[in-house]
């Protein structure tokens, strides 16, 4: 991974995460941002791929109170480029995106929330004053000022140091490892479709899920193949019900 390419996520990173565009444009979605990556990285597709195994980390977790469990962002910036550079499949950088989700998911919600704090404050006086200048300061300028050095520092530090060192790491592993990493990142996904389902009060259609899971793995059926027989049993499963509905009103 050569230094440009290093500063130049590091640059999409802080801009995505430290100013509104990613809330007002896209959201946290891994998967444009990993794509956005890999286009930095020459190889879009891997990228794509990559972080759209990410985005299945968020499938899960709920946000409210503006409490992150899960750090999108971080576990895609970091975890895309790396496995990019070191040829790892989708499952075992899945896999390497978790710790970065959590730990980023605790660090960096609580120190942004401090560091917003002051110029909240600072935003407050100036409302009372009627200074509009100050107050749109506060909002728009001091905010990305103070949380730049937080996000572009320890992502440039990892990227750069840690390239060489994922590489030598994976090298390194026992095929049973890295057996195992493919196992669990491929299980992840699901494990998330099924909470997900279990959060929203659905849990008689956990059946689907593993069932549309076991059958993509052993069967190697492609993601979009799967989605359409998934909306073809959606449709079906409302037809039976509503029929059910139907017989008991009557």
């Given amino acids: 991974m050569s230094l440009a390419q290093i500063i130049l996520i590091c640059l999409l990173y802080t801009i995505l995460t430290v100013t509104p565009v990613m ?9 444009v941002m990993g794509f956005l990556c ?15 195994a990410i985005q ?29 550079v070191s040829n790892l499949s989708a499952e075992v950088a899945l896999a390497l995106a978790i710790p970065f989700a959590v730990l980023a998911g605790s660090i960096y919600t609580p120190l942004e929330c401090t560091l917003n704090s002051i110029s909240a404050n600072m935003g407050e006086r100036a409302a009372e004053r009627g200074d509009t200048k100050a107050l749109n ?5 001091w905010p990305p000022l103070y949380n730049t050095p937080a996000r572009f520092i320890p992502l440039f530090l990892i990227l750069y140091f840690g390239s060489g060192f994922i590489t ?3 090298d390194a592993f026992p095929t049973w490892l890295m057996n195992g990493l493919s196992v669990a990142g491929g299980i992840l996904p699901a494990v998330g479709f099924a909470l997900f389902l279990n959060l929203i009060g659905k849990c008689q259609l956990l059946v689907y899920f593993f069932f ?5 793995y052993v069967c190697g059926i492609s993601t979009i193949v799967m989605s359409i027989f998934g909306v073809i049993l959606a449709i079906l ?12 009103g009557m």
């Fill in 23 to 31: 809330h007002v444009i896209m959201g946290p979605m891994a998967f």
């Fill in 237 to 248: 499963h409302n037809w039976f019900m509503e029929g059910k509905e139907a017989e008991g």
């Fill in 137 to 141: 300061r506060a909002v728009n300028l």
């Fill in 56 to 84: 299945t980390l968020n499938m899960a977790p709920v946000t409210a109170g503006g409490t992150n469990s899960y750090d999108l962002q971080t576990a895609t910036f970091v975890a895309v480029p790396l496995a990019i």
């Fill in 38 to 52: 890999g286009i930095i990285m020459g190889d879009w597709k891997t990228g794509l791929i990559l972080g759209a």
């Fill in 168 to 170: 030598q790491l994976v």
């Fill in 212 to 216: 549309g899971f076991y059958i993509s």
